[in-house]
């Protein structure tokens, strides 16, 4: 059974304090690995997908890296604005129907 | 492009009563899903559908049925509410296999079962 970690449960950092969250994940065989966005009473926005150990993804502020075992989203001089859920979900071709199963997810807060 | 709607946003039941949230997307998207999200236990899937007409149970099916008569249209129906079933509900929609594509998530339905 795939089974997802994520550490720390939360991350409270100051405006311009780089950090890292991560994901911790065992799966028979990896398809994707995901990470999302949620904000307070919204749903999952979608951020990256990585697929293949050593692949990275860059979008702004924030930075994912794969290994065979785990996956980190780096923040770099966070904004408040940074502030929400990261979850962390895999999949691993499995199903029939592309299961994903994600993780506990980090709450990020960012003071100013 | 409004990409997955759901409806309602929010609602309160009193137990026993029935009700069904209504998923739509726009997207011609294939597969739909249905999850809750609690504390503490994160996103746990309720029902899908690989397509048209087709349904199967998820996770934690019981008390829960779904329809997909349309392809667009995917419906999360509670017959006898419990307050157990209080939770946010998300339904979400991806082309092929969720598993390599991701998924796009509605913006959830909060409801209070009382």
């Known amino acids: 059974e795939d089974q997802v970690t994520q550490s720390p449960e939360a991350l409270r950092l100051q405006e311009g304090e780089s950090s890292s969250l991560n994901c911790s994940y065992t799966?028979?065989?990896?398809?994707?690995l995901f990470w999302y966005r949620q904000d307070p009473g919204k749903g999952p926005e979608f951020l990256f997908t990585?697929?293949?150990a050593g692949e990275e993804k860059e979008k702004e502020r924030l930075k994912a890296t794969l290994t065979k075992k785990e996956s980190f989203l780096h923040i770099t001089a966070p904004k408040p604005e940074d502030s929400a859920t990261y979850l962390c979900?895999?999949?691993?071709?499995?199903?029939?129907?592309?299961?994903?199963?994600f993780g506990q997810g980090t709450i990020l807060t960012v003071h100013p | 492009n409004a990409g997955v709607t759901q409806t309602p946003k929010f609602r309160v039941l009193k137990t026993g009563q029935s009700m069904t949230l209504l998923c739509a997307q726009d997207?011609?998207?294939?597969?739909m899903y249905w999850y809750r999200q609690d504390p503490g236990m994160g996103l746990r899937l309720i029902h899908y559908s690989v397509g048209e007409g087709t349904t199967a149970k998820g996770e934690v099916p019981d008390g829960y049925n779904v329809s997909r008569l349309k392809k667009q249209n995917f419906l999360l129906g509670l017959e006898s509410a419990a307050p157990s079933q209080t939770s946010v509900y998300f339904c979400?929609?991806?082309?092929?296999?969720?598993?390599?594509?991701?998924?796009?998530f509605g913006s959830g339905t909060r409801l209070t079962v009382v």
């Open positions: 799966v028979s065989g990896l398809r994707g």
């Open positions: 979400a929609s991806t082309p092929l296999g969720g598993d390599l594509y991701g998924y796009t």
């Open positions: 979900a895999v999949g691993d071709g499995g199903t029939s129907y592309g299961k994903l199963t």
């Open positions: 997207m011609n998207h294939e597969y």
């Open positions: 990585l697929y293949s």
